[in-house]
């Protein structure tokens, strides 16, 4: 397993967990839909790497793109670090880590 499937596994995992604790903190729906959504997509988008297809790198980099995108329009409406900073952080990290091979 190299750097960027890791990469994508774990922020697929954080987006899960990040999901479910936003539905039991606050009672969001949306947050527990989106999260599972988007790290199962995420997860699935690493499984399928591990597999050699390579359409799932590209998979992998648009989902996470698109997180970054929603976490920091929440981060511009709610100037709340925690939790859309830590997942623009989080998200901007592994799409370094999946897009830099791509490119090389």
């Known amino acids: 397993m190299n750097l960027s499937i890791a990469a994508v ?3 697929g995992i954080l987006a899960l ?4 604790m ?4 606050a009672k969001s729906k949306i947050s ?3 999260g599972i959504v988007s790290g199962l997509l995420l997860i699935f988008a690493g499984i399928m790497q591990l597999q050699g297809q390579p359409w799932a ?3 992998g980099i648009a989902v996470a793109a698109a997180l970054v995108i929603v976490f920091a329009i929440r ?3 709610t100037r709340k670090f ?4 830590l997942m623009i ?3 901007v990290v592994s799409l370094g880590v999946m897009v830099y091979p791509a490119m090389a």
């Open 89 to 91: 952080i989080a998200g």
């Open 57 to 59: 790198q590209t998979l």
């Open 22 to 25: 936003g539905y039991a903190k």
């Open 32 to 34: 527990l839909i989106s």
């Open 82 to 85: 925690m939790p859309a900073g």
């Open 75 to 77: 981060l511009a409406k």
């Open 17 to 20: 967990i990040g999901g479910i």
């Open 9 to 11: 596994l774990l922020y």
